[in-house]
């Protein structure tokens, strides 16, 4: 074989592998990946917070509609710690506390 044919082979591999790149970036950057969407379009479960507590446990606090739920992650289990926490109330914005201070 000659060094023209390895050369040919080593930048297809390229090509296939930018190829391949692109396609994953482009999936992540669209949301190409299935989603479990909820009536209006919204996700349903997002990750709120994560506390790691040592190389192989962690401390996730997930929110499913309007409840939280505490769980510990590990190598190889997962242990609800609370659930049906309800989330904080969000403080009133800037405007909520002018138009209150205006009376």
């Not at 190889?76 to 002018?98: C, K, L, N």
């Amino acid at each position: 074989m000659s060094i023209g044919l390895y050369i040919q082979s080593v930048l297809a591999l390229v090509a296939v592998l930018a190829l391949l790149a692109v396609c994953g970036w482009l999936a992540r950057r669209y949301g190409v990946a299935g989603r479990a969407l909820g009536a209006r379009g919204q996700r349903r479960l997002s990750v709120v917070e994560v506390a790691p507590i040592d190389g192989k446990r962690r401390l996730v606090l997930l929110r499913r509609d309007a409840t939280e739920h505490l769980v510990l992650l590990g190598s190889d289990s997962a242990t609800v710690i609370e659930r049906g926490i309800a989330p904080p109330q969000a403080a009133p914005g800037f405007a909520a506390m002018v138009e209150g201070t205006k009376r």
